[in-house]
C-alpha cells in the first residue's frame, strides 16, 4: 500500500502490532495506559526497535529485521509531537520553526521565509520574535506544530497534543490541527485519550490494549458499535463480552439477550452493547420475567448535568437515571439493586480477540 505498514514485535515490552494506515488518512491511535500506544509511535519513528518485524511507509522500507534495515529517525520523514512543546530554550519561535529547513540545507533567509509561512499557518507570526520561556503553553504548541509541519514529513504523529494544555487552549489547538490536517491531507496517528480528539480530528480509529490492535474501523463506527471493553468505555457504552447463542450472548453474568448482527454466528465470541440510558433500575426483584435483569450492586454515583450516572461492579455495568429517581430509590454506594434492559435495546456484534471476555 502507499501508506504506512506496521508489523512489529517488542518482547520486552510485550507488543506485537499489525498495522496499515492509508495515505492521507487521519487515524486516533485509543487504549488505556500501558496499552502501548507511544511504544508503537515510537517504533514508527524509529527511537524503538522491533526485536521481529517491518515498517514501510510510503513503498520506502523503514525497518526490517530479517534484512538488517533500520533507518535513522531523521532520514524516516517522520515528525513524532509530543505533549509538551520541547521547544530549544535559546531560539526564538521563528528560529525553532526553521530549525527543519536549515537541518535540511536551506539558506538562512529562505528558512527563515518558510518558518514565517508556517508560523502564519498556526497564527502565532506575532510570536515570532519570541523565545519559549515568554510563551504560554498554547502558543508554544503553536510554535511546536509549525516546527513539526517546517519539516515536511510524509508521516505526522502526535502523542496527546492537548494533554498538556488548559481547558481554554486546547479546542483552539485541536481546531487548528484539524484544519491543517483535512487542508493538506496529511497522513497522521494521533495518540489520544479523549474521543473528542478522535471525533475532530480523525477519520479512521484503532483501539490498542496488551499491546495488541483489538479494534479499528471508522470513527463513528468504532463510538457507536464499539467491540472492545476500551471503546466502549470512552463511547459511554455499556459491554459485556461473551459467545453468540442463538439470540444473544452467554457471558460472564449470564444470557444477554438483544439483537444479533448478521455477522455473528453462534458460537463467535461476540460483544453485546447498550446505552447506560437503556437501562431501568428497580430495588425489588423485577416481576414478569424480563429478559434481561441483572442483580448489581452500587459503587459510585455520578452526577452528570441534568442526569445521574449510576456505575457498579458488574461487568462495568452502568445506568443512566434522573436524580429524582437516584432520591426515590435510594441510590449510593453499597445499594443492591436490580438492572433491566430491554432486548431489543442491547446490539450484539462479532468482537475482534477472544481475550475481550470478562475484560
Known amino acids: 500500500m502507499s501508506g504506512l505498514h506496521v508489523r512489529a514485535r517488542v518482547d520486552a515490552r510485550s507488543v506485537d502490532f499489525d498495522l496499515d494506515v492509508a495515505s492521507g488518512s487521519v487515524v486516533a491511535i485509543l487504549g488505556p495506559n500501558g496499552a502501548g500506544k507511544s511504544t508503537l509511535l515510537n517504533l514508527i519513528a524509529g527511537l524503538v526497535l522491533p526485536d521481529e ?32 512543546a520541547l521547544l530549544f530554550p535559546h531560539l526564538t519561535a521563528a528560529g525553532n520553526v526553521a530549525f527543519a529547513p536549515r537541518s535540511a540545507g536551506t539558506r538562512r533567509r529562505a528558512a527563515h521565509t518558510e518558518a514565517m509561512r508556517w508560523l502564519d499557518a498556526v ?142 454466528a453462534p458460537g463467535d465470541v461476540a460483544a453485546a452493547v447498550f446505552s447506560p440510558a437503556a437501562v431501568a433500575v428497580y430495588v425489588d426483584e423485577p416481576h414478569g420475567s424480563p429478559r434481561n435483569a441483572f442483580e448489581v450492586t452500587v459503587t459510585e454515583v455520578e452526577a452528570r448535568g441534568s442526569t445521574v450516572l449510576v456505575r457498579t461492579g458488574v461487568a462495568g455495568l452502568a445506568a443512566e437515571v434522573t436524580p429524582a429517581a437516584v432520591a426515590d430509590l435510594g441510590l449510593e454506594p453499597g445499594s443492591a439493586v436490580w438492572f433491566v434492559v430491554k432486548a431489543t435495546e442491547i446490539r450484539v456484534h462479532r468482537a475482534a480477540l477472544p481475550v475481550l471476555r470478562g475484560s
Open 123 to 264: 497564527d502565532a507570526v506575532e510570536f515570532a520574535d519570541r523565545k519559549p520561556h515568554r510563551l504560554s503553553g498554547g502558543q508554544a504548541q503553536r510554535v511546536a506544530i509549525a516546527r513539526a509541519l517546517a519539516a515536511d514529513p510524509q508521516l505526522l504523529l502526535l502523542d496527546e497534543p492537548m494533554a498538556a494544555l488548559d481547558v481554554a487552549a486546547a479546542p483552539a489547538i485541536r481546531s487548528l490541527l484539524r484544519r491543517i490536517l483535512r487542508e493538506d491531507r496529511r497522513t497522521a496517528l494521533v495518540v489520544t485519550h479523549d474521543p473528542l480528539d478522535a471525533l475532530a480530528l480523525a477519520d479512521r480509529v484503532v483501539v490498542v490494549e496488551s499491546g495488541r490492535v483489538v479494534e479499528h474501523g471508522a470513527v463513528r463506527d468504532v463510538l457507536t458499535r464499539p467491540r472492545s471493553a476500551f471503546a466502549a468505555q470512552i463511547a459511554g457504552m455499556n459491554l459485556i463480552a461473551g459467545t453468540v447463542t442463538g439470540d444473544g450472548v452467554d457471558t460472564e453474568v449470564g444470557a444477554v439477550h438483544g439483537v444479533v448482527g448478521e455477522e455473528c
Open 53 to 84: 518485524g517491518r515498517i514501510e511507509l510510503g513503498g520506502r522500507i523503514l525497518t526490517d529485521t530479517s534484512a538488517g534495515v533500520a533507518v535513522p529517525p531523521h532520514r524516516r520523514s517522520v515528525v513524532l509531537l509530543a505533549q509538551q
